[in-house]
């Protein structure tokens, strides 16, 4: 199979059996903030203390990317069709849930806004959470038009921007550095 099909020289690009739509059309937008919230990932998971701890394969961040990949799919195929739809969605975000409180508990309390920073695994969580916001605030679009989008795929990114906030926050907490304070400038 060749990587280059030439098919999507003219501007237009396939979707999962709904036919060709023209590349800046939103549905592509949403994919590929996905996409990229993807390939982020991959880099917080090379970065991430987890890889201390357990087999890549096993990493909280390479199952989400393997549920993105699938959301990718349902996305794309803009239908309810069973071969693309995720199954477990809700389930997932229980997961995601269960998790930022486990970790949460063990963090010192919120009482300021954080700014991005501190460990290099921590600020590649942090770019990974903004992308997923884009993404999320682009798929709320997409739903607005396509009846096929799932409230439930929505609800995901969300609670996954949460969960990667609160990784950023456990990266810096694990290399005993204290999260960076935002703090007003008075002009």
Known sequence: MKIYTKTGDGGTTGTLGQG???????????????????????????????????????????????LLFALS??????????????????NNIQQLENDIDVLDSALPA?????????????CNLHLSRAVCRRA?????????REPSIRLESVKYLNR????LFVQAR???HLAGIGDDIWIKKDD
Do not use: M
């Not at 903030?33 to 201390?52: F, G, K, M, P, V």
């Not at 999320?136 to 607005?144: A, C, H, P, W």
């Open 20 to 66: 060709r739509r023209s590349k800046d059309d939103l549905l592509f937008h949403v994919l590929g903030e996905l996409d990229e919230l993807n390939a982020t990932l991959a880099i917080c998971r090379i970065n991430s203390q987890w890889r201390r701890e357990e087999s890549d394969l096993e990493s909280p961040i390479f199952q989400i990317q393997c």
């Open 73 to 90: 799919s349902e996305i794309a195929s803009l239908s309810n069709d069973v071969r693309y739809v995720v199954g477990n969605i809700e």
């Open 110 to 122: 919120l009482n300021n806004f954080i700014i991005p920073g501190g460990t290099v695994a921590s």
């Open 136 to 144: 999320e605030r682009g798929l709320v679009e997409l739903q607005s």
């Open 160 to 163: 996954l921007s949460d969960w």
């Open 170 to 172: 456990i990266e810096n």
